[in-house]
């Protein structure tokens, strides 16, 4: 890939939860890195992602984080020269001063909509086409996916390297779990849990509790905490909480940031996750994996969910691939889960390996930052 020697604007703005943003710092992160493009991230709310990035200074209009020129994206809108590329970050809408600025660009920039994650078979007829122009500036469609045709996943040069080298220590395993606060129970299965509210939370729990082997279950900070609260019968959980029940730990970790997400994730022998950058980053892990999906008005979400499913499963027997099916189903819809966690553990052996499979599988394609350079470099 040649180098380039171009300025980027990625716009994102964060609706109520960490993906918007997970997605964007990612992405603006390693066009600077692997790339050397310069980037500015316009961001309209600096609060969610400090989370994600202590070192964020929410009083800073303008600042510098890892190579990526930071800006804070506000309704007072202050006049500024236009980038080569523009990326409008899940169809957020730029300020229109700004598109003023890309019309009177004497080449006018390239401009894309990074889309939402999805599995389904019409975007991969839709990726790379033009959608609305402002004057003369065109816009076109730019789709993250899982098959050919599509932008690929988010995924950084020798991640799965660093992975595998990390999962092969269990000292650097320890070491970062102790850096947590975390003693793994010996023989004990090692589950994260990073979910919106779930009605089906407590069954689940039930479940693990009532177990003839011992789980560990760490719980980042976040909106599933109310849910654990109620089942444990106690108030106020914050980080460093930690609560067994019969055969089940319960321990609450502060809201870790972004790079140190993927290391907790490595540690894990089953990772449940929201969203959209959580779920591609337990993707990589190589480890089986339960998806919240986020919610959409007229259950939209289910079809996406169907679709990842179909495409995830392929390879699997039909018992495994019913009980990872029936799990997931049952998350989503905030149902019973006892009986789907008793059916994916007796097709544990069979799900661990799939689950890594499926990691080199997807690894095969582009990743996405490399993808949408290369799609710049067609349109030049």
Known sequence: MPELKT?????????????????TWRLARQ??????????????????????????DINVSQQWQEGVEVRQWSADWQPTDAADVVIAAFACQLPSAYMDAMAAREKP????????????????????LPSVKYKHVQKFFFFPGFQKGTGGLLRENGLLERRRQFQQSPQAQREFLQGLGVDRAEGALLISLFAYENTGLASWLDTLAGDSAPTHLLVPEGRILGDVERWLGVDGLAAGAVHARNALTVQ??????????????????????????????????????LWHIYQQEEDVHL???????????????????EAISGLWRAWNAG?????HWQS??????????????WCLEQALQ??????????????I
């Open 303 to 321: 079809d996406k969910l169907e679709a990842f499913l179909e495409r995830y499963v392929k390879g699997l027997s039909q018992p495994a691939s």
């Open 344 to 357: 994916t553990r007796k097709h544990w052996p069979e799900l661990q390996k799939h689950a890594e499979a």
């Open 252 to 289: 609450v970790l502060p809201f870790v940031r972004q790079d140190q997400y993927d290391p907790l994730l490595w540690s894990c022998d089953f990772n449940a996750v929201r969203g959209e950058d959580s779920f591609v980053r337990a993707q990589w892990a190589g480890r089986p994996l």
């Open 7 to 23: 300025r980027w604007d990625i716009f994102c703005t964060v609706v109520d939860n960490f993906g918007d943003i997970g997605v």
């Open 109 to 128: 920039p390239l401009w894309m909509n990074l889309d939402y994650l999805s599995a389904e078979n019409w975007i991969v007829g839709c990726h790379g």
């Open 31 to 56: 066009l600077v890195a692997e790339h050397s493009v310069a980037v500015r991230l316009w961001v309209d709310d600096l609060r969610a992602f400090e989370r994600l990035c202590p070192e964020i």
């Open 335 to 339: 149902e019973t889960m006892t009986d």
């Open 366 to 379: 582009a990743d996405l930052a490399a993808a949408l350079v290369q799609f710049y470099v067609n349109w």
